[in-house]
């Protein structure tokens, strides 16, 4: 059977009466002539004549020919034949958890399962491999075997799961498996999460990359986030839940929502736009610290269930913690620890004392702000770096030069290193801050009261830091240039360096009316303001050694990780809540598009992909009419009697 | 087609000379070579002497040495009897000046000629040409007459092999037929069983083959033409005028040859002449070149 990629193309093979036309027009007409030698004439010329009429009929053959052929091949005609390939290939079978919308009935992952087993029947002749893009897992069959029993069993017992499904990674790992040669056939519900990272583009040139539609594509409600603000929950402070409804269709909606936490709930008819999303909100107060936790839910009955109710879960604590830490002299009660518990305290936070074994042993757990003064050992730096991981800020005072050198992770820090100082024989000098970022909202409180700031004076260590590194911003600088206060965005968390000592012998700053100023600021920003999603994406890794799911199985760690593969509010020790939740994406169950993504039948598919394109023939076959027609052409002109 | 006396080129008689190359028949006494005997000054053979015998023509030396009586015999010197065939057909009258004119005019010329040597000339033209044939015409005060009768030939069709058979058929004795006609419908193999029976009936025949330029030497310019002969009987599609040129030049001159050769197997004089050029020229080469071959 031919298809035609451009069908429309084939009109243009009108263009083959062309030379008929044009030679019809510009045919020599004979006039008549009387003359006496006329039979001579005849019988002289009458071969010739035979001859170059029939030559001139096969230029015009093969001119309409070259044309007709020409218009064929523009047309892209493809010619079927299956199993003709050995080509090797890979199906690879969405399992995410947008596949569990229904649709007429079944839903979208049952469809593709079905489809991609009906391609691994029909390509089986071909060595196959089949993998199956999970939530939390890649599972594959063993590569590239002939009969494709092992790629049929894999699909059979497939399952969908709950996680956006890792389509990019499975056709990178389908491309390691093809060796750069081969066919690619990705069942999914052609939703636009599906493909997201996926550059097709980029693909080796041996591969090819067929997209198999499972169907789906209906219109969805859903909860795509519930965000707390602020970003820690204190007891005794007002706490605003606001959950984002989606509406996924191309009608506006008026959706019921109701947003539970505990015993206040708020039931609302929200109006959402087509393709937008709209926002409810919920106010209160924790009166304890512990774990609380919220719902929302939306009716079920659109295409995916699954996203019509989130769970979300945040932790109260009775105040905000500080850990402040530090090791040697430098951190007792005359050292620098004390003026920072002191202005930490005043400005409201609950501090807890601890030394850096303590802070490599967890002791940061639970707190918005660890403050380092004087560390002896580089022990804290993974605790540090899970710390700003989560979100909490690093105070990172340098007392010593062991201060500074240390790498939270590898992290670069805020600030440079500068040259070791040729310091004076009690190895200080004293420095006066020069220049600060009066803008910037650490420093607003001195507005108008610059002098508070340019009066501290401080003794310079062996190895003050120099300029910024890494994007860091430097706030405030001593009268040599170099830094006194740098900060770093580490994700979600803040590294704030504080080159100016705490400890009384060496600096003015604790006695200075700047300190209680500067630690109220430190406090008002070390809390995230809000933290856009109270749950865990299913799949995420959790530092825990166990969790009940909703209900009641328990799941251990692994490696000292967990991952949980459904969504739902588990459970863990003393009262702890994960709210686990599917990828906002998933919930977006709109179709993709454009030529180069867009989905077709399993048939269809499988049809293009064991077509063999007869278009390189036909333009082959219409170049030889050409040449062969200038041959031709060319003898008639020069023909010999 | 008008044609008077003052139109006919008149050759020079003291230079050119209508000769036949073998004995012909005239009736009146002439100074060209006959088969009879008769008071003359060349001395043809001797015969045993009968009785009534001018005793003038007695041989007495032979007489005298074997005592054998012969009569010397004589030669008789007669007129030279031309016949002018024109082939009056409608290929003939194509051209300018048209074959046929041409024609008219070197055979006109021809027969001036011969009137003037004191030859006696019949012309056979037209259609009808051995019909035609009338009395012979002698003496110069013939030339009107003449002109008038070659000028009065009728158009159509003639096979001058035909004509000519007729005519050395049809004629009591030996004469010198001379033809006009550009002979592009005759079969060469038919000339030459009709020039080779008109000589061996004693006859002498020349071919005057008379072509238009364009019919030697194509045009090229011609291209496409639908192409038919004045009869209206062939029509040929030339649709690349060199070829066609190369190959119509290449056939014209095979046939020209072809009829050359067979004049010359039937030991006919054949001449090739070019309408154009002026009647006096061709006829005055034409009777160099057959007396440089006497």
Same mark, same amino acid.
């Given at each position: 059977?031919?298809?035609?990629?451009?069908? #429309?193309?084939?009109?243009?093979?009108?263009?083959?009466?062309?030379?008929?036309?044009?030679?019809?027009?510009?045919?020599?007409?004979? !006039?008549?002539?009387?003359?006496?030698?006329?039979?001579?004439?005849?019988?002289?010329?009458?071969?010739?004549?035979?001859?170059?009429?029939?030559?001139?009929?096969?230029?015009?053959?093969? !001119?309409?020919?070259?044309?007709?052929?020409?218009?064929?091949?523009?047309?892209?005609?493809?010619?079927? $034949?299956?199993?003709?390939?050995?080509?090797?290939?890979? %199906?690879?079978?969405?399992?995410?958890?947008?596949?569990?919308?229904?649709?007429?009935?079944?839903?979208?992952?049952?469809?593709?399962?079905?489809?991609?087993?009906?391609?691994?029947?029909?390509?089986?002749?071909?060595?196959?491999?089949?993998?199956?893009?999970?939530?939390?897992?890649?599972?594959?069959?063993?590569?590239?075997?002939?009969?494709?029993?092992?790629?049929?069993?894999?699909?059979?017992?497939?399952?969908?799961?709950?996680?956006?499904?890792?389509?990019?990674?499975?056709?990178?790992?389908?491309?390691?498996?093809?060796?750069?040669?081969?066919?690619?056939?990705?069942?999914?519900?052609?939703?636009?999460?599906?493909?997201? $990272?996926?550059? /097709?583009?980029?693909?080796?040139?041996?591969?090819?990359?067929?997209?198999?539609?499972?169907?789906?594509?209906?219109?969805?409600?859903?909860?795509?986030?519930?965000?707390?603000?602020?970003?820690?929950?204190?007891?005794?402070?007002?706490?605003?839940?606001?959950?984002?409804?989606?509406?996924?269709?191309?009608?506006?909606?008026?959706?019921?929502?109701?947003?539970?936490? $505990?015993?206040?709930?708020?039931?609302? +008819?929200?109006?959402?736009?087509?393709?937008?999303?709209?926002?409810?909100?919920?106010?209160?107060?924790?009166?304890?610290? $512990?774990? =609380?936790?919220?719902?929302?839910?939306?009716?079920?009955?659109?295409?995916?269930?699954?996203?019509?109710?989130?769970?979300?879960?945040?932790? @109260?604590?009775? #105040?905000?913690?500080? @850990?402040?830490?530090?090791?040697?002299?430098?951190?007792?009660?005359?050292?620098?620890?004390?003026?920072?518990?002191?202005?930490?305290?005043?400005?409201?936070?609950?501090?807890?004392?601890?030394?850096?074994?303590?802070?490599?042993?967890?002791?940061?757990?639970?707190?918005?702000?660890?403050?380092?003064?004087?560390?002896?050992?580089?022990?804290?730096?993974?605790?540090?770096?899970?710390?700003?991981?989560?979100?909490?800020?690093?105070?990172?005072?340098?007392?010593?030069?062991?201060?500074?050198?240390?790498?939270?992770?590898?992290?670069?820090?805020?600030?440079?290193?500068?040259?070791?100082?040729?310091?004076?024989? +009690?190895?200080?000098?004293?420095?006066?801050?020069?220049?600060?970022?009066?803008? &910037?909202?650490?420093?607003?409180?001195?507005?108008?009261?610059?002098?508070?700031?340019?009066?501290?004076?401080?003794?310079?260590?062996?190895?003050? *830091?120099?300029?910024?590194?890494?994007?860091?911003?430097?706030?405030?600088?001593?009268?040599?240039?170099?830094?006194? @206060?740098?900060?770093?965005?580490?994700?979600?968390?803040?590294?704030?360096?504080?080159?100016?000592?705490?400890?009384?012998?060496?600096?003015?700053?604790?006695?200075?009316?700047?300190?209680?100023?500067?630690?109220?600021?430190?406090?008002?920003?070390?809390?995230?303001?809000?933290?856009?999603?109270?749950?865990?994406?299913?799949?995420?890794?959790?530092?825990?050694?166990?969790? &009940? +799911?909703?209900?009641?199985?328990?799941?251990?760690?692994?490696?000292?990780?967990?991952?949980?593969?459904?969504?739902?509010?588990? !459970?863990?020790?003393?009262?702890?809540?994960?709210?686990?939740?599917?990828?906002?994406?998933?919930?977006?169950?709109?179709?993709?598009?454009?030529?180069?993504?867009?989905?077709?039948?399993?048939?269809?598919?499988?049809?293009?992909?064991?077509?063999?394109?007869?278009? *390189?023939?036909?333009?082959?076959?219409?170049?030889?009419?050409?040449?062969?027609?200038?041959?031709?052409?060319?003898?008639?002109?020069?023909?010999?009697? | 087609?008008?044609?008077?006396?003052?139109?006919?080129?008149?050759?020079?008689?003291?230079?050119?000379?209508?000769?036949?190359?073998?004995?012909?028949?005239?009736?009146?006494?002439?100074?060209?070579?006959?088969?009879?005997?008769?008071?003359?000054?060349?001395?043809?053979?001797?015969?045993?002497?009968?009785?009534?015998?001018?005793?003038?023509?007695?041989?007495?030396?032979?007489?005298? !040495?074997?005592?054998?009586? =012969?009569?010397?015999?004589?030669?008789?010197?007669?007129?030279?009897?031309? @016949?002018?065939?024109?082939?009056?057909?409608?290929?003939?009258?194509?051209?300018?000046?048209?074959?046929?004119?041409?024609?008219?005019?070197?055979?006109?010329?021809?027969?001036?000629?011969?009137?003037?040597?004191?030859?006696?000339?019949? %012309?056979?033209?037209?259609?009808?040409?051995?019909?035609?044939?009338?009395?012979?015409?002698?003496?110069?005060?013939? /030339?009107?007459?003449?002109?008038?009768?070659?000028?009065?030939?009728?158009?159509?069709?003639?096979?001058?092999?035909? %004509?000519?058979?007729?005519?050395?058929?049809?004629?009591?004795?030996?004469?010198?037929?001379?033809?006009?006609?550009?002979?592009?419908?005759?079969?060469?193999?038919?000339?030459?069983?009709?020039?080779?029976?008109?000589?061996?009936?004693?006859?002498?025949?020349?071919?005057?083959?008379?072509?238009?330029?364009?019919?030697?030497?194509?045009?090229?310019?011609?291209?496409?033409?639908?192409?038919?002969? *004045?009869?209206?009987?062939?029509?040929?599609?030339?649709?690349?005028?060199?070829?066609?040129?190369?190959?119509?030049?290449?056939?014209?001159?095979?046939?020209?040859?072809?009829?050359?050769?067979?004049?010359?197997?039937?030991?006919?004089?054949?001449?090739?002449?070019?309408?154009?050029?002026?009647?006096?020229?061709?006829?005055?080469?034409?009777?160099?070149?057959?007396?440089?071959?006497?």
């Amino acid at each position: 059977m031919i298809a035609f990629l451009l069908p #429309a193309a084939i009109g243009l093979a009108g263009l083959a009466v062309a030379p008929v036309v044009i030679h019809w027009l510009t045919r020599q007409r004979a !006039r008549p002539l009387a003359f006496p030698a006329a039979g001579l004439l005849a019988r002289a010329t009458g071969g010739l004549a035979r001859v170059k009429r029939l030559r001139e009929h096969i230029v015009l053959l093969l !001119r309409v020919l070259a044309l007709a052929l020409a218009a064929l091949a523009a047309a892209g005609p493809l010619m079927s $034949g299956f199993g003709t390939s050995a080509r090797p290939v890979a %199906i690879v079978l969405d399992a995410s958890c947008s596949m569990r919308q229904v649709s007429d009935g079944s839903t979208a992952f049952s469809r593709g399962r079905a489809a991609a087993a009906r391609l691994a029947e029909a390509l089986s002749p071909r060595p196959l491999v089949a993998l199956v893009a999970g939530a939390t897992t890649l599972r594959s069959s063993p590569v590239l075997e002939s009969g494709a029993g092992a790629a049929k069993a894999l699909l059979a017992e497939a399952q969908p799961g709950y996680g956006d499904g890792d389509l990019a990674g499975a056709i990178a790992q389908a491309v390691r498996l093809l060796s750069g040669s081969g066919d690619i056939f990705v069942v999914s519900d052609g939703s636009r999460s599906a493909l997201s $990272g996926v550059d /097709t583009g980029h693909l080796p040139d041996g591969v090819r990359l067929h997209l198999v539609d499972a169907g789906g594509g209906g219109a969805n409600h859903g909860v795509v986030s519930i965000s707390v603000e602020p970003g820690v929950a204190v007891a005794g402070r007002p706490l605003l839940w606001r959950a984002r409804i989606a509406n996924y269709s191309v009608v506006d909606a008026v959706i019921p929502v109701r947003l539970a936490c $505990g015993p206040a709930s708020r039931a609302v +008819d929200l109006p959402v736009p087509a393709g937008g999303s709209a926002l409810v909100e919920l106010t209160i107060t924790p009166p304890d610290a $512990g774990w =609380l936790t919220a719902s929302v839910e939306i009716p079920a009955g659109d295409a995916l269930v699954e996203d019509d109710r989130r769970d979300a879960a945040v932790q @109260v604590v009775p #105040a905000l913690e500080a @850990v402040v830490a530090g090791d040697g002299s430098r951190s007792d009660a005359a050292g620098a620890l004390r003026p920072l518990v002191a202005g930490l305290t005043a400005a409201g936070f609950h501090v807890r004392l601890a030394d850096g074994a303590a802070l490599a042993a967890g002791a940061s757990q639970g707190a918005t702000l660890v403050a380092t003064a004087g560390l002896a050992s580089r022990d804290a730096e993974s605790a540090l770096a899970a710390h700003m991981a989560g979100g909490g800020t690093w105070l990172h005072v340098l007392v010593s030069d062991a201060d500074a050198l240390i790498r939270p992770g590898g992290a670069i820090p805020p600030t440079e290193p500068g040259p070791r100082a040729d310091l004076a024989s +009690d190895g200080r000098s004293p420095l006066l801050i020069a220049r600060a970022r009066m803008e &910037h909202p650490l420093f607003e409180p001195f507005a108008g009261r610059e002098p508070l700031l340019s009066e501290i004076s401080a003794m310079r260590l062996r190895l003050t *830091p120099q300029g910024a590194a890494g994007g860091a911003d430097v706030l405030a600088t001593w009268a040599d240039g170099s830094v006194a @206060v740098g900060e770093r965005r580490i994700g979600t968390g803040r590294w704030l360096i504080l080159n100016i000592s705490t400890a009384g012998v060496d600096t003015t700053l604790a006695r200075s009316e700047a300190w209680p100023l500067l630690c109220g600021r430190i406090a008002a920003q070390c809390a995230a303001p809000r933290r856009e999603d109270a749950a865990t994406p299913v799949g995420s890794s959790i530092l825990l050694p166990w969790l &009940h +799911d909703p209900s009641g199985e328990r799941l251990d760690a692994h490696d000292g990780r967990l991952r949980p593969d459904h969504p739902g509010l588990w !459970r863990g020790n003393a009262g702890r809540a994960v709210a686990v939740a599917i990828p906002a994406s998933e919930s977006d169950l709109r179709r993709i598009g454009g030529v180069n993504a867009s989905t077709r039948s399993a048939d269809d598919v499988l049809a293009e992909a064991e077509r063999r394109p007869l278009w *390189p023939w036909l333009l082959a076959l219409a170049v030889v009419c050409l040449i062969a027609e200038i041959l031709v052409a060319g003898a008639v002109r020069t023909v010999k009697p | 087609m008008p044609l008077s006396a003052q139109h006919v080129p008149r050759l020079p008689a003291a230079a050119l000379e209508l000769a036949a190359r073998r004995a012909l028949e005239g009736r009146r006494g002439g100074r060209h070579r006959s088969p009879f005997h008769g008071s003359a000054v060349e001395f043809s053979d001797h015969r045993a002497y009968q009785a009534g015998d001018d005793l003038r023509h007695m041989d007495w030396r032979i007489l005298a !040495r074997r005592d054998q009586m =012969l009569t010397r015999r004589y030669r008789e010197e007669r007129s030279l009897p031309v @016949v002018l065939l024109l082939d009056s057909s409608a290929s003939m009258d194509w051209g300018d000046p048209s074959k046929l004119q041409h024609a008219t005019i070197c055979l006109a010329a021809l027969g001036l000629l011969a009137l003037t040597q004191g030859d006696e000339v019949r %012309i056979a033209a037209g259609a009808n040409a051995v019909a035609a044939i009338a009395e012979p015409l002698c003496g110069e005060g013939s /030339t009107s007459e003449m002109c008038r009768r070659l000028a009065a030939a009728s158009a159509g069709p003639g096979d001058p092999a035909r %004509i000519v058979s007729s005519c050395a058929a049809h004629l009591p004795r030996r004469h010198l037929l001379v033809v006009a006609s550009d002979l592009l419908d005759s079969d060469p193999a038919e000339l030459a069983r009709a020039f080779g029976a008109a000589h061996a009936r004693g006859h002498e025949c020349a071919v005057l083959q008379i072509l238009t330029r364009a019919e030697i030497d194509l045009p090229a310019a011609w291209g496409a033409c639908a192409i038919s002969d *004045p009869e209206g009987r062939t029509t040929a599609f030339a649709c690349d005028a060199g070829a066609a040129k190369r190959a119509y030049d290449l056939a014209i001159r095979a046939h020209v040859d072809a009829c050359a050769r067979a004049c010359a197997a039937a030991r006919a004089d054949h001449r090739l002449a070019v309408s154009d050029e002026p009647a006096a020229a061709t006829i005055g080469r034409w009777l160099a070149t057959r007396r440089a071959r006497r």
